[in-house]
């Protein structure tokens, strides 16, 4: 499972900062929904909002070091915990769409922008959902597991 949702997740952040890459200038914004969300192409240097400019050799580093140890993790755990296997999966696709960016451009490309936020991409979204899901998987394993009991 891990290989297809981080062949699928890379396709779409890939495939979506492609399209901004073609069709967009640097900087133009483009609303979707007015007040609320806009797409505008920015290039970001830095790592969460911006922060540590300039620092890409080291975050590629740190990246490989982080996917390595997901992947290991990930390996680690019984088949049986499908739902924190899948959120890993989906972790190491958000982290590998962003390192790709570095590699290639020395920056990542971000353009969703809420106004409210900085603005970011679908790798991003996938780092941070999978973040949460993993720590709720890990802070309340029996609830959840309690919980998908009850489901069946």
């Not at 890379?10 to 901004?20: C, E, M, N, R, T």
């Not at 967009?24 to 483009?30: F, K, N, P, R, V």
């Not at 679908?122 to 597991?145: G, N, T």
Request: charged share 15%; with cysteine.
């Amino acid at each position: 499972m891990l290989w297809i949702i981080v062949v699928i997740g890379l396709a779409i952040d890939q495939l979506s900062k492609y399209i901004v890459l073609t069709k967009m200038d640097y900087l133009q914004s483009i609303t979707v929904i007015p007040k609320l969300l806009d797409l505008t192409f920015v290039m970001n240097d830095g790592a969460a909002f911006s922060i540590l400019q300039g620092k890409v050799p080291v975050f590629i580093i740190i990246t490989f070091v982080f996917v390595a140890a997901l992947i290991i993790f990930y390996y680690r755990q019984p088949k049986e915990e499908k739902l924190l296997r899948f959120w890993l999966s989906v972790l190491c696709a958000g982290a590998l769409g962003n390192l790709i960016d570095r590699i290639r451009f020395g920056k990542v490309v971000d353009f969703f922008d809420l106004h409210i936020w900085p603005i970011f991409n679908f790798a991003d979204m996938m780092v941070v959902f999978s973040v949460i899901a993993i720590a709720i998987l890990i802070i309340f394993p029996q609830k959840i597991k309690k919980g998908h009991k009850h489901d069946l």
